[in-house]
């Protein structure tokens, strides 16, 4: 089969190669892939930093496939044979007392589909099938686009307690995890103020929408007096979450699930427990959480934006063209 392989650090080191299908493992199934994501993670491995250095090369690319069941290993049920499912990328290790809880998310010992096993920009690929979600009704890009990002703002949202009638501020509001937010949480009823860099071309009806500028300043773009419930910020800024921390009111939650801008967080320790101010940080999302976040793809409340879209045999543009392309999930199409 054709695989997106990783031979050595930097896209020089990357080979759109011929290698053997693999095989399922027990408890695995085979998917004949037809999407799979373009993701910041994906560049950490060709790099080999951060996150992505824990990959082994070679390493076939790609976190995020979505495809058809076509093979199952030993311990999974053949009906599954013919199922249109798309893979969420950590798999919980399934021993532990956070697996044994449903809380998968925090799982001390998650692997990355695409970092620590191969990956599926390729034409087929193995994965644990409790990582395999049904997704009928939805096409493989629409899933492709879905399964990364809006799981984790659900484990957000759901970890801030967001309650119809919330005053909920959403900073970085203008990214593909900051519409996820928004859509889910004018769903769930809250009142949603929108903290972004940049005009929002296509707000939902209701949510006003606060404009920060270049530099971030939260403080500047809100009227005085302003307060909220809760908070999620998904825009890695530290100085944007300290900021959002801030505008919380009695009792405030703050959620954030990024800190890839800046990490060195500032809060006023006294407001923070005088005011019984909360913040959480979530990465990854909880199995029940990814099966509720396509469910509410497939409902129409949140409707994933779709890029730019290369084929499998145009892997390298579309990794080296992924930091500059416009916004909406970038796809790679395989079938
Ligand atoms: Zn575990």
Same mark, same amino acid.
């Given at each position: 089969?054709?695989?997106?392989?990783?031979?050595?650090?930097?896209l020089d080191?990357l080979?759109?190669?011929?290698?053997?299908?693999?095989?399922?493992?027990?408890?695995?199934?085979?998917?004949?892939?037809?999407?799979?994501?373009?993701?910041?993670?994906?560049l950490?491995?060709? /790099?080999?930093?951060?996150p992505?250095?824990?990959?082994k090369?070679?390493?076939?690319?790609?976190i =995020?496939?979505?495809?058809?069941?076509?093979?199952?290993?030993e311990?999974?049920?053949?009906?599954?044979?013919?199922?249109?499912?798309?893979?969420?990328?950590?798999?919980p290790c399934?021993?532990c007392?956070a697996?044994?809880?449903?809380?998968?998310s @925090?799982?001390?010992?998650?692997?990355?589909?695409?970092?620590?096993?191969?990956g599926?920009?390729?034409?087929?690929?193995t994965?644990? /099938?409790?990582?395999?979600?049904? %997704?009928?009704?939805?096409?493989?890009? $629409?899933? $492709?686009?879905?399964?990364?990002s *809006?799981?984790?703002?659900?484990?957000a949202?759901?970890? +801030?307690?967001?309650?119809? #009638?919330?005053?909920?501020?959403? @900073?970085g509001?203008?990214?593909?995890? #900051?519409?996820?937010?928004?859509e889910? +949480? !004018?769903h769930?009823?809250?009142?949603?103020?929108?903290? @972004?860099?940049?005009?929002? /071309?296509?707000?939902p009806?209701?949510?006003r929408?606060?404009?920060t500028?270049?530099?971030?300043?939260?403080?500047?773009?809100l009227? +005085?007096?302003?307060?909220?419930?809760?908070?999620?910020?998904v825009?890695?800024?530290?100085?944007l979450?300290g900021?959002a921390?801030a505008a919380?009111?009695?009792?405030?939650?703050a959620a954030?699930?990024?800190?890839?801008?800046?990490?060195?967080? $500032?809060i =006023?320790?006294?407001?923070?427990?005088?005011s019984?101010?909360? *913040?959480?940080?979530?990465?990854?999302a909880?199995?029940?959480? !990814?099966?509720?976040?396509?469910? *509410?793809?497939?409902?129409?409340?949140?409707v994933?934006?779709?890029g730019?879209?290369?084929?499998? =045999? /145009?892997?390298?543009?579309?990794? %080296?063209e992924?930091? $500059? @392309?416009?916004?909406g999930?970038?796809?790679?199409?395989? %079938?």
């Open positions: 089969m054709r695989a997106a392989l990783l031979q050595a650090h930097g080191g080979e759109l190669a011929h290698v053997d299908a693999p095989e399922p493992a027990a408890g695995e199934v085979v998917i004949r892939v037809e999407t799979v994501g373009v993701n910041q993670l994906d950490n491995v060709i /790099a080999g930093h951060g992505g250095a824990a990959a090369l070679p390493r076939v690319l790609g =995020d496939p979505a495809g058809e069941i076509v093979g199952v290993g311990g999974v049920d053949a009906a599954r044979i013919g199922q249109h499912v798309v893979v969420k990328p950590n798999i399934g021993r007392d697996c044994a809880a449903g809380r998968e @925090t799982c001390p010992s998650q692997r990355v589909v695409g970092v620590h096993r191969d599926g920009a390729a034409e087929y690929v994965v644990p /099938a409790v990582v395999a979600f049904e %997704r009928s009704g939805l096409t493989a890009a $629409t899933a $492709t686009a879905a399964v990364h *809006l799981p984790i703002v659900v484990n949202i759901d970890a +801030a307690g967001v309650r119809a #009638g919330d005053r909920l501020l959403v @900073t509001a203008g990214g593909v995890l #900051g519409r996820a937010a928004i889910y +949480a !004018v769930l009823g809250a009142e949603v103020t929108a903290a @972004t860099r940049h005009p929002l /071309a296509d707000a009806d209701g949510v929408v606060v404009v500028g270049p530099s971030a300043d939260l403080a500047a773009a009227d +005085a007096g302003d307060r909220f419930d809760a908070a999620v910020d825009s890695g800024s530290a100085a979450l900021q921390v919380l009111d009695w009792g405030g939650r954030f699930c990024s800190a890839s801008v800046d990490t060195r967080l $500032t =006023d320790a006294r407001d923070f427990y005088l019984r101010k909360r *913040l959480i940080g979530v990465a990854s909880d199995l029940a959480q !990814v099966r509720r976040a396509i469910d *509410l793809v497939r409902a129409g409340v949140v994933p934006r779709i730019a879209r290369y084929p499998l =045999d /145009a892997v390298h543009r579309a990794y %080296r992924f930091p $500059t @392309t416009t916004p999930k970038v796809i790679i199409d395989v %079938r």
